[in-house]
T-cell receptor
C-alpha cells in the first residue's frame, strides 16, 4: 500500500505570494492533518480534516487554510506569505474516528519564502 | 492545553549502549502518548503509542516506553543502540485523546558513536 504523498517536495516563494500544498492520504484513510515544522517553534498542529470537514484547528492566523476533497485528498493554502512561513509542512493521514488511531506522515513539503 | 517536555535536545551514546530519551507531559486527563522518529529529509514514523492499556509499551526497532503516571513521564528506551538509530525523536500527546491534534515536544537528536 502506498504511503502518504505530498507535492511538491520543495518550493520557493516570495513574500506576499500565496502557495498551495497537496497531500494524498493512504488509500482508505479519511482523516488528514497538517503540521508545520520549524527550527524555532518545532512541530505545530495546523488543522485536521475528516470527510471534507475541518474538525480541529490549531493556533495559526487565517492566512493558513485548507480543504479536503471527496477522495480524501487535501490541500493547504497559505496566502500573503511571510518569511516566518518558511518551514517543513507535514501531512498525516489516519483511518478516522473510532478509537485511537495512528497517524502516518508524508515526507513533507519544504517551503522557503524569500 | 497539554504540553510535552523532552529533556535534552541532544543525546549521544556509544553503539551497544543503553538509549534513554526523556519525556514528561502535562495533562488534566489520562493522556494518549506517542513517540515518533524522524530521519533526515523524511516525515515522522510512529515508534509506539500508549493508550491507557499496559503501562510498558513495546514498539518497533527494539524500542519501548514506560508510562508512569506519578512522574508524568513516558521515557523511551532501547537496551542496545545501533548506528541506524541516529535520528531525531519526538514525544507527543494527543489533544483529543484519539490520536489527533498532536502536541509535540521539542525533539531529541540521538547521536550514536561507533
Amino acid at each position: 500500500k502506498a504511503g502518504v504523498t505530498q507535492t511538491p517536495r520543495y518550493l520557493i516563494k516570495t513574500r506576499g505570494q500565496q502557495v498551495t500544498l497537496s497531500c494524498s492520504p493512504i488509500s482508505g484513510h479519511r482523516s488528514v492533518s497538517w503540521y508545520q515544522q520549524t527550527p524555532g517553534q518545532g512541530l505545530q498542529f495546523l488543522f485536521e480534516y475528516f470527510s471534507e470537514t475541518q474538525r480541529n484547528k490549531g493556533n495559526f492566523p487565517g492566512r493558513f487554510s485548507g480543504r479536503q476533497f471527496s477522495n480524501s485528498r487535501s490541500e493547504m493554502n497559505v496566502s500573503t506569505l511571510e518569511l516566518g512561513d518558511s518551514a517543513l509542512y507535514l501531512c498525516a493521514s489516519s483511518t478516522g474516528p473510532g478509537g485511537v488511531y495512528e497517524q502516518y506522515f508524508g515526507p513533507g513539503t519544504r517551503l522557503t519564502v524569500t | 492545553a497539554q504540553s510535552v517536555t523532552q529533556l535534552g535536545s541532544h543525546v549521544s551514546v556509544s553503539e551497544g549502549a543503553l538509549v534513554l530519551l526523556r519525556c514528561n507531559y502535562s495533562s488534566s486527563v489520562p493522556p494518549y502518548l506517542f513517540w515518533y522518529v524522524q530521519y533526515p529529509n523524511q516525515g515522522l514514523q510512529l515508534l509506539l503509542k500508549y493508550t491507557s492499556a499496559a503501562t510498558l509499551v513495546k514498539g518497533i526497532n527494539g524500542f519501548e516506553a514506560e508510562f508512569k503516571k506519578s512522574e508524568t513521564s513516558f521515557h523511551l528506551t532501547k537496551p542496545s543502540a545501533h548506528m541506524s538509530d541516529a535520528a531525531e525523536y519526538f514525544c507527543a500527546v494527543s489533544e483529543d485523546n484519539a490520536g489527533n491534534m498532536l502536541t509535540f515536544g521539542g525533539g531529541t537528536r540521538l547521536m550514536v558513536k561507533p
